[in-house]
């Protein structure tokens, strides 16, 4: 199997610009009305941040299936994240000490600010890193049960105890809870739930090489997650089917569940369409292959964690469309001088923490900094 896939930068680029576009504010001046329209069939936000959790399991299952495979420890493994994840992440916190909270900075120092969103919601420029919560518990476990345990042991703990587990857990959150916000936050910000879209993206990794040998049976399974997706859409569930049938056949209290599968369904159908469709010659995924959105990729961690901080003190205050072009200029710019001047410093170190065959030590080996592509 390849090393590296091109075309997931371009999905990582692709996500980043979702999320980059929920958080700008609808009231803001000229915001056209078709694009009212998409927001809310897209809502553009949950997607990205799907499409993150779908391929972060992806690549890191790949990558710890990888370097197993060639007696890598998983230590360098955890290494790596580390240097990848922590440096620009704490830099913002110590940033914003001036202006945030003790107790929030504190939240998110441990990485437990998914739970604070539960428990205590604020409006926050640190809103966003409960997604970064998430993903940094799932790297506390996941990885260890990919290094030590056997691949059937890591796969069955998906199919059977991580994933149905989440499910199970959604479908009880929305029976327990009476306020359907409340029970929708819960679902949306809690990681035993949101490792759905987690494990959903490290299954398709164990079964990537069996996806690869044929093409068709690939296309098949995007095929039919899609269609669930889309027929799991909250809107045709709570707003199409009722309209047709003259009354809803699940009751509205499901919903978060509902959206949860929805996400994981339509998240891994766009993830196989963009490792398998994008190669062919004439699919319009081959966009994903453009250098300015797989550069917009490479940098999409920065613009994850630096946008919504800037948004909030520039578009906020007074959502105009000269802040608001404003804020996505900056957003970019701090996002290009984070990437150049900390982490693809940082990366091309943690590069050396790799196996002796892999194609990127063995650079780290032929010059002293190379460049090493920026991991998810």
Known sequence: MPRHLPTLDGLRGIAVLLVLWCHVPLMVPGYPEWLHLAYWLIGPGGLGVEIFFVLSGFLITRILLHERQHGAPVRWFLLRRLLRIFPIYYLLLVLLVPFRPAEELGWCAVYLHNLRTIVAPTISPLDHTWSLCIEEHFYLLWPLAVAFGSRRLAKNLLLFVLMPCAVIGAVAVTLLVDDGNTARTIVQHGSPFRCLGLGAGSLLAFAEPWLR????????????????????????????????????????????????????????????????????????????????????????????????????????????????????????????????????????????????????????????????????
């Not at 889309?230 to 049938?245: G, Q």
């Not at 196989?272 to 490479?298: E, I, K, T």
């Not at 919504?308 to 000269?322: Q, R, S």
């Open 213 to 376: 040998a044929n093409r068709g049976r690939t296309l098949g399974l995007a095929s039919g997650l899609g269609a669930l997706g889309l027929a799991l859409h909250p809107h045709v569930v709570f707003i199409a089917v009722p309209l047709s049938m003259g009354q809803a056949w699940i009751p509205l209290r499901f919903e978060p569940a509902i959206w949860l599968v929805h996400m994981a369904a339509t998240g891994s159908a766009i993830l196989l369409f963009a490792v398998f469709a994008a190669q062919a010659r004439w699919s319009p995924l081959r966009c994903l292959h453009w250098q300015v959105l797989r550069g917009v990729g490479r940098i999409s961690y920065g613009l994850y964690l630096w946008h919504l901080p800037i948004y909030f003190y520039t578009v906020g205050p007074n959502p105009t469309l000269a802040n608001a072009v404003f804020a996505i200029v900056a957003t970019f710019a701090a996002a290009l001088v984070s990437w150049g001047l900390i982490e693809r410093p940082v990366l091309r170190y943690a590069g050396r923490f790799r196996p002796a065959s892999d194609p990127e030590r063995l650079r780290d080996t032929a010059r002293p900094l190379p460049t090493v592509a920026a991991p998810s």
